[in-house]
């Protein structure tokens, strides 16, 4: 006999904190959310987190069923079930996380595992567990958002490496005397292709070209994503220039990155995504140009088979696997 | 009772085949060379090898002790057993060694297992046997010679990837605009920090720029690796800049495979290692600055513990385990 299972998983953002029972096939059974940014206090925010897991148990039939607890949050450490130093949460340091709910869940008759990783790792297991990546052993998960996470993916699992923090594309440089990183250092990948860095790029063609562009008649604040991307689509030559270079230095960090593990593909996830061909279509070029020679011509990008909208929770999910 | 094993471990050059007899603990019993180079057609050239694998077997006491043969081949297949369009041997296209040496050694009655692999990879595993990485999870094996190889190793085990390819930080790319590379792209560590890219270095510098230089007295066929070692030895400002070069090219390379796969440490090995703290010193320093802020001050740079003339025969000796 076959029993089912569900899985918890529990999505943490700087804004929200989202929950969702998930059943093998990753349907959301139930969802929930609690504002993150509402607590100041770290112990207050986790026992509120252990009330919406108690209330996620009680939707399931049988308690007996449930797999554990996966979660996926910022700068969260595989290795110590931590969280630490994560610049867009109110609490500061490291917070313990899994041994926190463990044990008060313990003491309330409950002995779930709970498992956390970073968002981006998450999202990898995500794809490998409900997504496009389902008995894939060697795959690469790229997150274009505010910043560029990645997941890799080596032998069926995530590389956490010697200290959980393994997977740092978006940390690798590809321009040594380049442009300044939030990180520190200058010419990371992340520099040039989260939303943030597609925004520095048009200011800087702005400010230091004569490139015509309708980029010109707006003022600076609401020169964001969406501002480039509706330019782009009209032919703007300018903002199509800064969805090549965040295409291509994105393409070396990730050609380096399968110098290193020799993926089978590379899938793709996040807001910048949604730019469609824009990206695509100059990251692929860029890709296969950036490749060494035995790599050329033999790994896809594939964007996330995961709904947007559920990814974070279902990456928490498979975390329970 | 703990029955002790040999492996059969060979070396195959451009120019020799080298062939051991290694007990557990990386002593090689017994030891024999061929010349590669002299073999035209590559079935006499894997018969003598065959020949030489038999000879060893007879010093051993007792054959059913020997637990298999080991091979490091430039541009060696794990998941195949080839070696594949390797620019340095007579035999063009794709040799079937394993396949070869299995069946014809299963027709003389050897049932013996022939593991293949490249010659930076079975560096990495020999560390890990018989070197300074036993017991270590996690670590990354950078060999530099006339070019630059990797082993990049993942909670116990060599990162082989999706084609058997993986492990290339030679050819991930760290100046985009840079220095052409023999794989035909631009700005890969091995264009660099090589020996042959040492060389490069010195003959830019002496013709691109005015720096007094000892270099300047010898004629350019001569200015190779020892020479340059040698003026930089004698402070020489322009050799000295040369080994700053190379080891900031490198140190942004490992750095970016660190970010990937979050090493414990890494490990150095060959012909450029020699010249000590030339290389060491400006690599610690520029490898700790091109660090993400989580790696940083935590993963040590060590020099191979294996002999540096026996390293090719215990690492692939160590392909047995």
Do not use: W
Request: with cysteine.
């Amino acid at each position: 006999m076959i029993m089912e299972s569900y899985s918890i998983g529990i999505d943490i953002g700087g804004t929200n904190t989202g929950f969702g029972l998930v059943d093998e096939k990753g349907n959301i059974i139930f969802n929930s959310s609690i504002s993150t940014k509402s607590f100041d206090i770290v112990e207050d925010y986790l026992d509120e987190v252990i009330n919406q897991i108690l209330l996620l148990t009680e939707k399931c039939d049988d308690k007996s069923k449930i797999r554990g607890i996966g979660i996926g949050a910022p700068n969260g450490n595989y290795y110590k079930g931590t969280i630490e130093h994560a610049p867009n949460l109110n609490f500061e340091g490291i917070i313990y996380v899994k041994d926190y709910l463990e044990e008060k869940l313990r003491g309330k008759g409950y002995d779930l595992k709970v498992t956390l990783t970073n968002d981006a790792n998450a999202a990898a297991i995500g794809e490998m567990i409900y997504g496009g990546a389902k008995g894939m052993k060697n795959f690469i998960m790229i997150t274009l958002g505010t910043g560029v996470g990645s997941g890799i993916v080596v032998d069926g699992k995530v590389v956490y490496g010697n200290d959980g923090f393994a997977g740092e594309v978006g940390h690798t440089i590809v321009q040594p005397e380049g442009r300044m990183c939030g990180c520190g250092r200058k010419g990371c990948v992340e520099a040039y292709s989260s939303v943030t860095g597609l925004r520095k790029t048009a200011l800087e063609l702005l400010s230091n070209t004569k490139i015509d562009s309708s980029l010109r008649e707006i003022t600076q604040e609401n020169i964001g994503g969406k501002a480039i991307y509706n330019a782009a689509r009209s032919g703007d030559t300018l903002a199509l220039k800064c969805f090549e270079i965040t295409a291509k230095m994105l393409a070396i960090g990730m050609a380096n990155a399968v110098a290193v593990t020799s993926p089978e593909k590379i899938f793709l996830f996040g807001g910048l995504i949604k730019s469609g061909n824009l990206l695509m279509k100059p990251l692929k070029k860029y890709f296969e140009e950036s490749l060494f020679v035995v790599f050329q011509n033999k790994i896809d990008l594939e964007i996330s088979h995961l709904d947007e909208n559920k990814a974070a929770i279902l990456g928490a999910a498979a975390l329970t696997y």
